[in-house]
């Protein structure tokens, strides 16, 4: 069974530009949920999609947006870019429609903002 | 205060010594902890999962929790130069699928 997938692996913006990160989860799983990890703040919960529907959201600006399809596949988008959202992004993936169950991580996009 | 405290000094050990590691929390809605393992430019790895209170192990590594001290832990055993990654603890509340994390511990077993 392959594992979470996101693409890119590696991207390089400047400041002022917006991105885009896809995540692809787990055959069969429909819950994602999207991660910022950084060597200063370690990992931080942006937010949870299920069923195309945000179900959860952590304390990030505005210009972190996400949306999920109908195939559970997820996207993230970063608008008007800072060099502080240098960062890897991660995705996780959960295999049931209940919360709390184990989520599984892809390798994350690394995405730095010059 | 933050949710999570991992002290994040890097920890050295010989090949063969037992790894201990642990957290606090200061969030009592806490049930789920888990911890992971993360290698250089990959994604975390679920290492262990378990719910409330207890101990659970798994081939060389133990997690134990104690949820009226706010406190868990992960101990490896016969540490291998493979075990070598940072470690990270997570927990969740019940309901909840949004994961707190501590900032991790860079663990390198010495052949």
């Known amino acids: 069974k392959a594992g979470v997938t996101q693409t890119p692996r590696y991207l390089i913006k400047t400041r002022g530009q917006q991105v885009t990160l896809s995540c692809s989860p787990i055959?069969?799983?429909?819950?994602v949920s999207w991660y910022q990890q950084t060597p200063g703040q370690g990992l931080q919960f942006l937010f949870e999609?299920?069923?195309?529907?945000?179900?959860n959201k952590g304390n990030f600006p505005g210009r972190f947006s996400g949306r999920q399809f109908s195939n559970s596949r997820s996207e993230m988008n970063v608008s008007t870019l800072e060099l502080g959202d240098s960062a890897l992004y991660l995705c996780?993936?959960?295999?049931?429609?209940?919360?709390?169950?184990?989520?599984?991580f892809g390798p994350g996009t690394r995405l730095t903002v010059l | 205060q933050k949710e999570v405290e991992q002290d994040p000094g890097p920890l050295s050990v010989p090949e063969g010594a037992i790894v201990s590691l642990n957290c606090t929390y200061s969030?009592?809605?806490?049930?789920?902890f888990m911890w992971y393992r993360q290698y250089s430019r990959k994604g975390p790895e679920l290492l262990m999962y378990?719910?409330?209170?207890g101990n659970k192990e798994d081939g060389r590594f133990t997690a134990q929790v104690d949820k009226s001290s706010k406190y868990i832990s992960l101990f490896i055993r016969d540490s291998q130069p493979s075990d070598s990654a940072t470690y990270l603890c997570?927990?969740?509340?019940?309901?909840?699928?949004?994961?707190?994390f501590g900032k991790g511990n860079q663990v390198v077993v010495i052949p």
């Open positions: 996780a993936s959960t295999g049931s429609n209940l919360v709390n169950n184990e989520q599984f």
């Open positions: 055959s069969g799983h429909r819950s």
């Open positions: 999609y299920f069923s195309e529907t945000q179900r």
């Open positions: 969030n009592s809605a806490f049930q789920y």
């Open positions: 378990t719910y409330s209170s």
């Open positions: 997570a927990m969740s509340a019940n309901g909840n699928n949004r994961l707190a």
